[in-house]
């Protein structure tokens, strides 16, 4: 059997045994036979995906380049924050404008592993750029994660002048701008906009964003709000 069979483990043998002839071991068992007999499997591993799984990793193109950043929509980052309200689950993915770190495309799902806030706050950025009607390359940089490298979310992309950045794995430094930020927006949200007592968060979140880009003072920005730095700064 085994010689017919090359490309098989011993799970597979055991599971060939037990459905052919009926008697039943125990993995472990079989698995030290095979290494008795010197039985290896001689087959490549593989990484089985499904088609709507695919995925593409990309190169960091920012590294340290985040203080050299001359103009809006020159670097997008995206990142995925999630809270309980009153025993529900949600998860909000913001698209920051890494220059004058205005908030310029959210999204907001109710359900674990809704990827709808990831397109909803990308459409958002896609609809803004159009509106600036800019030609300038524009980085998109974001982690690793399963919907940012999927094959249909960079489709989107296709017809903008969009290049695509991630951060090293595990390696969340790569990505100060949103670390630094969804930290002050979680505090924010649950201190002063009581958000743990809500009772509609999707308008909350709404009022905090207008919020965000045109009445918070940024320490980054000199005090000043991302949309009055952009006004002041001639953009």
Request: hydrophobic fraction near 30%.
């Amino acid at each position: 059997m085994y010689n017919k069979h090359k490309t098989h483990g011993y799970r597979w043998i055991n599971t060939f045994i037990r459905n052919k002839y009926g008697i039943v071991y125990t993995d472990n068992y079989v698995h030290r036979l095979c290494k008795y007999e010197d039985i290896k499997y001689q087959g490549k591993h593989y990484q089985w995906k499904k088609p709507e799984e695919e995925n593409k990793k990309y190169n960091n193109l920012i590294w340290n380049g985040w203080k050299y950043l001359t103009r809006p929509f020159e670097v997008i980052v995206s990142d995925m924050t999630a809270f309980y309200v009153k025993g529900t689950y949600y998860e909000l993915t913001m698209y920051f404008d890494a220059w004058n770190k205005e908030i310029v495309g959210y999204g907001l799902a109710s359900r674990k592993g809704d990827i709808r806030s990831y397109y909803d706050g990308l459409k958002q950025v896609l609809n803004r750029i159009k509106k600036e009607q800019t030609d300038d390359l524009i980085i998109l940089h974001t982690d690793q994660g399963s919907v940012y490298s999927s094959k249909a979310y960079n489709k989107l992309l296709e017809n903008y002048n969009i290049s695509r950045s991630m951060s090293r794995a595990g390696t969340p430094t790569d990505n100060p701008v949103n670390e630094s930020l969804n930290g002050w927006i979680k505090e924010e949200l649950i201190i002063d906009f009581d958000l743990k007592h809500c009772k509609d968060v999707p308008k909350l979140i709404d009022e905090y964003i207008y919020y965000y880009n045109n009445e918070r003072p940024s320490y980054a920005l000199n005090y000043k709000t991302p949309i009055q730095y952009k006004i002041e700064s001639g953009f």
